[in-house]
């Protein structure tokens, strides 16, 4: 006998609260109604702090997921995973889901799970990812990139691109922008090639004596700002720490540049954001990146991990604003027309639909949802 339609899905990850890649693309799904066109109950698997809090959430998690399948009955788990313990926090819930016959639909994100499965992940845990990856019902990728990376990774056929998307701001963009400055926002983190930053930042700040760097983002502060003193750059640096969406636009509306050299992404949502911005933006040639920018045309791309060449690339802009100010323009528009939350939305829907899961939002159970607020 065919089991019958799923009547909710069960959407796993971080705390929306959290300040990362994954809770900021939730955010924005709320913001666009996803949650009210479809019976979705999110469920908190982490968040920030000890380790007994974190196996805690876990198995508050495990009780909220539990106590849906009792009242609501058959779902689909859409679960939200990076690598390392993001992904093995999951397996749990995926085995469960796959033995009570659940489509599962997993939602990759984070551009370290190539490097996990290849170089960090032994024989035993290279079977695992792939054992949930053959037997997922969907599998969801961020850009084209990903997917050819997913086909060699499993026989599973089931791969969907959704890429992350943004809200455009409002027109008119700035007239004008700081000269020299250049931003940047993520994990102020040496993956997250800050200190090659620095180093191409030195090897241009004698000819450029208007260069500012400002960096939005959480990290060992105190340990960059030390490598950016060592480098004769400590008053030309600026690290904010986290800061809000408000801050943030701000940031780009005002910044000459957007840089993000990092040595591994998926589609970084901070790219996108600035795209939207009309910033333009010199990014690294990894993940998904190169599906998001056309060299030359919506930003300039640099290999990862090579300073010189990031120097250059952000010495061509700063010293040809007018250049910069086309490429911030013709991102835009590749955010207007191919990452704007309708099109995401419509791509996921379609995920849904053909589960055939019923739109429309359904009250959910009252010990339910009491479970969902304690975790």
Known sequence: MAARDPSHIVMLGTDPRTRGGISAVIASWR?????????????????????????????????????????R?????????ASRWSFRRKCLFMALALLAGWPVVFHLHGGG?????????????????????????AIVVLSERWAAWMHQATSNPRIVVVPNAVVLPPAPLPATREPGLIAFAGRCTAQKGLLDLLDAAASIAAREP??????AGEGDLEALRREARARGLGERVTLHGWIGPRERDALLARAAIFVLPSHAEALPMSVLEAMAAGCAVVATR??????????????????????????????????????????????????????????????????????????????????????????
Do not use: N
């Not at 208007?210 to 960096?215: V, Y």
């Not at 604003?321 to 528009?333: K, V």
């Not at 207007?336 to 359904?362: C, I, N, W």
């Open 286 to 375: 990894v993940g998904g990146i190169p599906d998001l920018i056309e060299d030359g045309v919506s930003g300039l791309l640099v290999p990862p991990a090579a300073p010189e060449r990031l120097a250059a690339a952000l010495a061509a802009l700063l010293a040809d604003p007018a250049h910069a100010a086309r490429l911030g323009h013709a991102a835009r528009a590749t955010i207007a027309e191919r990452h704007t939350l309708e099109r995401a939305m419509e791509r996921l829907e379609q995920v849904y639909s053909a589960l055939g899961v019923p739109r429309g939002k359904q009250r959910v159970p009252l010990a339910a949802r009491r479970l969902q607020e304690i975790s």
């Open 73 to 81: 009955g058959r779902g689909v788990l859409h679960v939200h995973a």
């Open 113 to 137: 799970f190539a490097r996990f499965l290849r170089d960090e992940s032994g024989p035993v845990t290279r079977r695992v990812v792939r054992f949930f990856l053959d037997r997922a019902t």
């Open 31 to 71: 913001a666009a109604g996803l949650f009210d066109r479809w019976p979705v109950e999110y469920v908190v698997t982490h968040r920030e702090g000890s380790r007994s809090g974190k196996l805690s959430v876990a198995w508050q998690a495990l009780l909220a997921c539990l106590a849906l399948a009792g009242h």
């Open 210 to 215: 208007g260069l500012r760097i400002e960096c």
